[in-house]
């Protein structure tokens, strides 16, 4: 995977307990819904078809190989609030629904000259209120798909919003992630300069 400048990267900003407990960012698995349509080899597809050997559009630019896949159902009453992300907004062509915990990377000439870096990852959550993205209920059960790759991945989902697809290790990410307060200011600057819409 390509990672512009990996060494030059310094430790993610650390979140207050106080703001993070605002923002109530969860610590919970993230994953893709049924339904959210991803990049492939063979043109865009629900995520739930996807399935071990499946070549993915990533951000560098290649394709790479899913090495697994982990579907789960998440009854209705023990949902958490999910995050719609309204088509057109993070050059989406239609509405995305996300999990809580899911972090986007947002990119471009206009986040580089608000924050001197070419991209950087953002929790969905933080930017609920902002450009319509809201917070729903759940209105049935839902599917959970995980995908595995073999190592930290960047996709496409929805056509433009690039969606980010940990390690296996888990561990952290090789893309710089801005802390929340940071976060927030940048996505309210970009939606109030219509920077982010598609």
Request: glycine share 10%; net charge neutral.
């Amino acid at each position: 995977m390509y990672m512009p400048g990996s060494g030059a990267f310094t430790p993610c900003e650390e979140i207050s307990a106080e703001l993070a407990a605002q923002q109530r960012l969860p610590r919970i698995r993230a994953g893709f819904l049924a339904g959210t349509r991803v990049e492939t080899a063979r043109g865009w597809r629900p995520v739930e078809t996807l399935v071990a050997g499946d070549q993915v559009q990533t951000f560098d630019g290649d394709l790479k190989q899913v090495i697994d896949t982990h579907h789960a159902i998440i009854r209705k009453q023990d949902a958490p609030q999910l995050i719609e992300v309204p088509g057109g907004m993070l050059n989406t062509c239609s509405t995305l629904r996300m999990m809580p915990g899911q972090k986007i990377l947002l990119r471009g000439a206009e986040v580089e000259s608000l924050t001197g870096l070419p991209h950087a990852l953002i929790p969905v959550d933080l930017m609920v209120g902002h450009g319509g993205i809201r917070r729903i209920s759940a209105a049935q059960d839902l599917r959970r798909i995980t995908l595995k790759f073999e190592e930290e991945e960047l996709i496409f989902a929805n056509t433009g919003a690039l969606l980010h697809c940990a390690g296996p290790d888990r561990k952290g990410s090789h893309f710089r992630s801005l802390g929340a307060r940071a976060a927030i200011d940048l996505f309210t600057t970009l939606v109030q300069d219509r920077r982010v819409a598609a």
